[in-house]
């Protein structure tokens, strides 16, 4: 883990907070991450943001002091039945090769390219800077450093206006060709009022045969949460608005 150190930023070095995970850091990925240090994407890694079930996110400083956000996909604990279910139905990667690193590979340049599509389609997102082998820079969401909290935990203020606002980066995504697929309380960052999608790992097109699947069940995570804080919504209504009838 020698290489782990060089690469961290000196400001979180002394953290004894930050612990290192040996099933994210292998030696392939170490270099992944050396090599975006010296092409200037970032100077080191400053303090992880959140674990998920494929992947690790960090955030990062740069060379003029700001910050941006560094998604690690794991390449030895990665569920990697569960992602290329995901995957080998989306016709832009019809002809993938099982294999573990083919898969994440993948996985990383699609999430990449689904980023690129919804921010071109001007749906609020982490704008992605970059990718190479299993690692994604995006645009850090957040303040002074301190990243902008999930939905589950910031409630809005005005849970009908936020959901509104939800409801438009659905359409826009949806007129791009494309359905989240993993949308929810969980997977929205209440950023000052406003809700910014993330992980788009299992994003994929309209023209996927599960894409109505995927459409149905975002929708009703959205109604649950919602309904949880105390809003009447129609998961009918949502959908026909959804996909603009």
């Given amino acids: 883990m020698i290489l782990f150190y060089l690469f961290m930023s000196k400001k979180s070095r002394p953290k004894e907070e930050f612990k290192v995970w ?9 270099r992944t991450v050396y090599k975006l ?10 303090s ?29 604990t990665c569920d990697f039945n569960r992602m290329y279910d ?7 990667y019809l002809k993938l090769k099982k294999g573990k690193r083919n898969i994440v590979f993948s996985c990383v340049q699609r999430e990449y390219r689904n980023l690129l599509k919804a921010r071109e389609a001007n749906i609020s997102v982490p704008t992605p800077l970059t990718f190479f082998k299993n690692v994604l820079v995006l645009e850090f969401v957040g303040d002074n450093g301190i990243i902008a909290r999930k939905l589950k935990d910031a409630l809005p203020k005005n849970p009908k206006e936020f959901l509104s606002k939800i409801l438009t980066n659905m359409r826009k995504l949806h007129q791009a060709g494309l359905v989240h697929a993993d949308l929810s309380a969980f997977n929205i960052l209440n950023y000052n009022e406003r809700p910014v999608f993330i992980d788009f790992s299992q994003c ?15 929708i009703r995570n ?24």
């Fill in 48 to 76: 992880p943001i959140s674990i998920g079930k494929e992947s690790n996110v960090f955030s990062a400083l740069k060379k003029d002091g700001t910050r941006v956000m560094v998604k690690i996909y794991r390449l030895e």
């Fill in 222 to 245: 959205i109604c649950n949460f919602f309904r949880k804080i105390g809003l009447k919504v129609d998961e009918n209504k949502m959908k026909k608005d959804v996909m603009g009838k």
């Fill in 22 to 30: 040996g099933d994210v850091f292998d030696q392939f990925t170490q």
């Fill in 204 to 218: 994929t097109t309209l023209e996927s045969s599960r894409a109505n699947e995927y459409l149905e069940r975002d």
């Fill in 86 to 92: 995901y995957i080998k139905d989306d016709p832009r």
């Fill in 37 to 46: 240090i010296t092409q200037g994407h970032f100077e080191g890694l400053e």
